[in-house]
Structures are given as structure tokens and as C-alpha cells.
């Protein structure tokens, strides 16, 4: 049996599926972000879950001649291969969760209200490296309430 790349129909539902299992960890890290199984769930169990499927795409995408890594046209021909295209969504998908969930965990830690955090993760969800930074902000900025517990925090 071989595995080849998958038919058009079939990257529109999972790209469709892709969407529909992220968004409730993200609700989760919005409304219970100290629950276990938030972090359970948004660490650990979809982002290996995505980086699987990820795998899996990759290792059964075609690349068109000429696309690569070592230069933006490389890249962008890379992503006309529709296979390759949903593996970058994934790719994102899942470290934008991943750093969500960093968000979240370290907030809780410090004791940074949920409400000040939730903008940080709904640009984490939407623009990713935008809402990591305005979190690193708002840590920043909280540095002298914090105190001693941000000294001790290495990550």
C-alpha cells in the first residue's frame, strides 16, 4: 500500500476539523485556564495530535520542482502544493496553541488576572507572535507587583 497526497476534498475537511478541535483548548485557556485538562489538553494532547497529522502530510506531500526552504520564492512554491500549504496551517496551529497554553500556565503561576491575559491569547489565536509579545509586555510591565516570583522565572 502506498500513501500519495491527498485528494482536495479531503485537505478541505481536515483543514475544517483542524479549526473545530483548537478552538474549544483556546475557550479553555480563555475561561478555565487552571483546570488540569487544560493544560493537559492544550499542552500535551492536541499539539502532538497536530504535529502527527503534520508529519503525515508532509511525508505524503509532492513538492513542485524548485521548492525548498533557501529563499522566499523556495518557500512560496512550496505553498502552491495545496498538501504543504495545510501542513504550514497545522505547523501553526499548533505552536500558536502551544504558546497559548505557555501564556495561560504562566499566568496562573504568577497570579496575573485571567481578564488581563485573555487579550494576550485571542491575539496569540489570531496573530500569534503579536500576542506573545503583548503577554511579554504585560509581564513586563508587572515586573515590580510580581516581584520575586518573575526573579525566580527562567521561562
Do not use: K
Not at 479531503?10 to 478555565?32: D, H, I, N, Q
Not at 489538553?41 to 526552504?69: E, K, N, Q
Amino acid at each position: 500500500m502506498t500513501f500519495g497526497p491527498l485528494a482536495p476534498d479531503s485537505l478541505e475537511r481536515l483543514f475544517s476539523l483542524s479549526g473545530a478541535v483548537v478552538l474549544p483548548c483556546w475557550l479553555l485557556l480563555l475561561f478555565v485556564p487552571a483546570w488540569q485538562w487544560t493544560q493537559r489538553l492544550a499542552t500535551f494532547a492536541l499539539p502532538l495530535l497536530l504535529a502527527l497529522v503534520y508529519l503525515a502530510l508532509l511525508l505524503t506531500a509532492h513538492a513542485p520542482a524548485g521548492a525548498g526552504f533557501n529563499s522566499l520564492a523556495q518557500v512560496a512554491l512550496l505553498f502552491n502544493a495545496r498538501q504543504a500549504l495545510l501542513a504550514g496551517w497545522l505547523h501553526y496551529l499548533a505552536f500558536d496553541l502551544f504558546t497559548g497554553a505557555w501564556e495561560a500556565r504562566d499566568a496562573v503561576r504568577l497570579g496575573i488576572s485571567r481578564w488581563l491575559v485573555a487579550p494576550c491569547l485571542l491575539l496569540t489565536f489570531l496573530l500569534g507572535p503579536v500576542g506573545l509579545a503583548l503577554y511579554l509586555l504585560l509581564r513586563l510591565g508587572l515586573r515590580r507587583r510580581l516581584g520575586a516570583a518573575l526573579d525566580g522565572a527562567t521561562a
